[in-house]
């Protein structure tokens, strides 16, 4: 007969049974304080559904007691007070009520109901031990435009997978843009008060460094198919953050221009004059407080510049060695900030006595590489070169669009901290402009429509992640308005230099019958390249023989 499987009979077995019962008892404990703590963690972490979850039960038992009229009471009487809330403060209701709304359906419904079947399809999801690793969803959050997934990579992933599944990641959740983040998008807060240092505490430790941690941005409604209007003038100009647009999650772009070079480019007629009166809007009221001092160079002859001519201190559109003479005042300019301020701080501070001088070039591609007179030309690329290398601290800024970003048009390009990436004609563009890999990073200058003119891409400050954003649109009678309105005051030209007057020339030795003589120009050296004899036979006389 077969010895049974187990023998359950406890003496047959030679074993310490107190050690044994000691050691299952505390595996148990250990496992039960472990499901507590999770279930603990769990509650706090969704300390946001307590008041469902109560709201809930408090409705089923009134249901088992009154039936379902108090339901009915209760939805009339929030119906009634929601509609008053949306009245009077439709702002903090969208924020707090619709938003939050629309934040748990899409997380259910758009997102958890499909999410292992969109990673398996975009390929996102390892393959270990015999089982499946997903992506974690963490947290999702919606705005009017966009939604915001939190998401934590599995081991063995890095940002690049995302930046490359982005557009199916995209199609597959019903959208047409989803932009990918390594970073946090939102900067810390800034705290203030006598609880201020037990906030930054907790922002330090809640708003840490997460290598794991992704953000997905996908484009419910582009808001950026509308054109933008124009932005209010501000009171006093911020260098660090002037408003010229819209980001396609509604948030109005900033640009920072205190100690940097802006390059803008952009095929013809995608909007790069829209960039260039957005910033002067935004420097306006520095303009007409002598704060800012605007140099402009319209090498087009003044087709895009000279319709706000009030607002420059000093304009050139007509003549290349005007515009080489502008360039060199603006190192003279540069040199003498040097020499007061050298030791004494590291960035310009603009005041009205010493204003930041901000040189506007429409179309740089036209002094650098197109300019028929080769002496001028290396006159302004020489001062281009040394205002893009070492004007940037001392308030000397350059802003210049170009149509063609190629190193051998802009040979200056790489000097250029900031960038602006319009529509561009050729996919290659693109990461010349942004850098390299800024197109596999969602840069996609290359495929903006001609009617998305003013769209472009920019990188923002710590986000290697280029951003898409809108720059106003100033029709020709707003910009003509601001002109007059915020006209830059009168600047001091520069004395001009004389010029001694050239030695007149010597007159030309003639012969008796009146005819010139060819002479040779004597030779630097020391000694003459030819003997005289052979200098001498070139003297030749009318019908004579040589000397």
């Keep these: 007969m077969r010895a049974p499987l187990v023998n359950f009979r406890r003496f047959q077995i030679t074993a310490p049974w107190p050690l044994v019962w000691t050691v299952t008892g505390l595996f148990l404990l250990v496992r039960l304080t472990a499901g507590l703590a999770r279930l603990l963690v769990f509650a706090v972490r969704h300390w946001r559904a307590w008041p469902v979850v109560v709201l809930v039960l408090v409705a089923v038992d009134v249901y088992r007691s009154h039936a379902w009229w108090p339901h009915l009471l209760a939805l009339l009487v929030a119906a009634a007070g929601g509609g008053v809330w949306w009245w009077k403060g439709r702002e903090s209701f969208h924020h707090l009520v619709a938003l939050r709304a629309v934040t748990v359906w899409r997380r259910w419904w758009v997102y958890r109901r499909q999410w292992h079947e969109v990673m398996s399809l975009c390929g996102l999801v390892k393959k270990y031990d015999g089982g499946e690793v997903l992506p974690r969803l963490l947290s999702v959050r919606c705005s009017y435009a966009t939604d915001e997934l939190v998401v934590r990579m599995p081991k063995g992933q890095n940002p690049e997978v995302y930046h490359k599944a982005a557009r199916d990641l995209a199609y597959s959740f019903g959208t047409r843009h989803c932009r990918v983040f390594s970073g946090r998008r939102q900067a810390p807060p800034t705290r203030t008060g006598r609880l201020a240092w037990l906030l930054r505490l907790m922002d330090r430790v809640r708003l840490r460094d997460r290598p794991r941690h992704v953000w997905l941005v996908f484009i419910r409604r582009d808001p950026l198919t509308r054109i933008v209007a124009p932005l209010p003038v501000p009171a006093r100009p911020d260098f660090t953050a002037l408003p010229l647009g819209v980001r396609e999650d509604l948030a109005v772009y900033c640009l920072r221009l205190l100690a940097t070079h802006v390059l803008i480019g952009g095929a013809t007629r995608m909007g790069k004059g829209s960039v260039i009166w957005s910033l002067l809007r935004s420097l306006a009221a520095g303009i007409r407080s002598g704060l800012v001092r605007v140099w402009a160079i319209d090498p087009k002859g003044g087709m895009e510049l000279a319709i706000g001519r009030p607002l420059f201190s000093r304009y050139v559109d007509d003549d290349w060695t005007r515009m080489a003479d502008l360039l060199d005042d603006a190192v003279t300019r540069m040199r ?68 063609d970003p190629r190193k051998e048009v802009v040979s200056v390009r790489d000097f250029f901290p900031t960038r602006i990436a319009l529509g561009l004609t050729e996919r290659a563009h693109v990461d010349l402009l942004l850098g390299d890999g800024a197109r596999d990073r969602g840069a996609l200058a290359d495929q903006i429509p001609t009617s998305a003119k003013g769209v472009a891409y920019v990188l923002l400050d710590g986000q290697p992640e280029p951003a898409r954003v809108r720059f106003s649109y100033l029709p020709d009678d707003v910009i003509r308005d601001m002109a007059s309105t915020f006209p830059a005051p009168p600047e001091v030209q520069p004395e001009p230099v004389d010029i001694p007057a050239p030695a007149p020339a010597k007159p030309t030795p003639t012969n008796s019958n009146g005819r010139h003589t060819y002479r040779p120009t004597p030779p630097k050296q020391a000694a003459p390249l030819l003997p005289p004899s052979l200098l001498n036979a070139l003297d030749l006389t009318n019908g004579s023989d040589p000397r």
Aim: aromatic share 2%; charged share 20%; glycine share 8%.
């Design 336 to 403: 003498a900030r040097q020499q007061a301020l050298r030791g004494k701080v590291r960035v310009h501070t603009p005041t009205t006595d010493e204003p930041l001088i901000v040189v506007v070039i429409d179309e740089i591609a036209a002094l650098l590489a197109f300019l028929p007179d080769s002496d001028i030309r290396q006159r302004i690329t020489q001062a281009l070169g040394l205002l893009l290398t070492q004007g940037a601290g001392l308030g000397v800024l350059v802003v210049a669009a170009t149509q």
